[in-house]
């Protein structure tokens, strides 16, 4: 129950997020370029965030080095490789699920 | 190829009876031009869903969770915040911090979508995420009539979520057959990974990512899941004082 009533107030909030420009700014206006700049921080910044603190941290202590640190470089490596979302996803699950295989 | 498109015009009846030819065909074009991003939607829906198996939580919850915030980053921030006990309002403002580059995209759509119709702003908006304001922003100028253009931006985003739905309910049909060896956790590092390594570009958006990465380690013995927040706006932070 808590976790529907944080999805309905995270989806409200994200939906006012989405129709913020589309409605505020009717056609040629444009937003500060700080206030651009700042944005364009947002999704990087807030996604490395959560990376770190999934795979190298587990419940607030260090990750003991696993497959899940060995899967993830792959990952990386891929995606600067290949600059692609799909191949990055599939090269880190494969390798992870090698290392697994393999009793890492 | 006719921009002006007037037969929607003369004919408001055949319009009204049946979605015309042309909309259809740009709505299909749409949809391709996406195609090959909609199996990453698909499989990440998936993850989400075994994510909501796997965490305990009820099934019909997790479906509405797909439906109702349809980002995928936010909606596992939110699983795990709750998972470790964090209170709701840490759980929604992560969030919210996570989508709020939706902020973004949704203003540099508005020259683009400032011809449409209302209901169409509003239902685009919904359908907004990454990938299909990626594909409308460079496809903008190849559709200068309004009502092309929404359709083919209709097309690729409905697809695109369509693939978020069915890939969400298969994860949560799948999760419980899934054995915990598998340690399907790291489906979570794994797809943000995906998602924000091959958009690195810009300087400014790698020294933000470090000192993200940095801080939210350095804050680790923070409680409620606050590390990832302030991780997160220490990152946007020191990336916008350096030049």
């Known amino acids: 129950m808590m976790l529907f009533i944080a ?26 370029e700080s206030v651009t700049k700042t944005l364009r921080l947002v999704g990087p910044a807030a996604l490395a965030a959560i990376v770190a603190n999934a795979l190298l ?39 992870f699920a090698a290392l697994l295989l393999l009793g890492m | 190829m006719n921009p002006r498109n007037p037969g929607d015009r003369r004919h408001p009846l055949k319009v009204a009876l049946s979605v015309g030819r042309i909309q259809r065909v740009d709505f299909v074009a749409g949809a391709r031009a996406i195609g090959p991003l909609s199996p990453g939607s698909f499989m990440f829906g998936a993850a989400f869903g075994a994510l909501i198996q796997v965490g305990g939580f009820n099934s019909w919850v997790g479906m509405s969770g797909s439906v109702l915030v ?55 908006a919904y359908l907004m995420t990454d990938q299909a304001a990626a594909i409308a922003l460079q496809h903008a100028d190849r559709y200068p009539d309004p009502v092309r253009r929404r359709w083919f931006n209709f097309g690729a985003a409905l697809s695109f979520t369509l693939a978020w739905y069915a890939g969400t309910a298969a994860g949560i049909v799948l999760g419980p057959i899934i054995p915990p060896s598998w340690q399907l956790g790291f489906i979570v590092p794994l797809m943000f990974i995906a998602l924000v390594v091959p958009t690195l570009k810009h300087r400014s958006e790698i020294v933000a990512a470090f000192v993200a990465i940095a801080a939210t380690l350095l804050l680790k013995d923070l409680p409620l899941g606050l590390n990832v927040i302030l991780g997160a706006l220490t990152g946007i932070g020191v990336a916008r004082l350096v030049r």
Request: net charge positive.
């Open chain 1, 57 to 95: 941290l587990d419940g607030g202590e260090w990750r003991g080095f696993s497959a899940w640190h060995v899967a993830a470089m792959v990952a990386i490596v891929v995606a600067i490789w290949k600059k692609s979302m799909g191949w990055s996803l599939v090269s880190g699950a494969v390798s």
């Open chain 1, 7 to 32: 999805f309905v107030l995270a989806g409200i909030g994200t939906y006012l997020i989405r129709i913020s420009g589309i409605t505020l700014l009717g056609g040629d206006r444009e937003l500060p």
């Open chain 2, 70 to 124: 349809m980002a995928g980053a936010s909606q596992i921030a939110v699983v795990e915040s709750l998972r470790i006990a964090a209170p709701i309002a840490v759980a929604v403002l992560t969030a919210l911090v996570i989508n709020a580059r939706f902020a973004l995209y949704s203003a540099a759509l508005a020259p683009s979508y400032s011809a449409f119709p209302r209901r169409w702003k509003l239902a685009l």
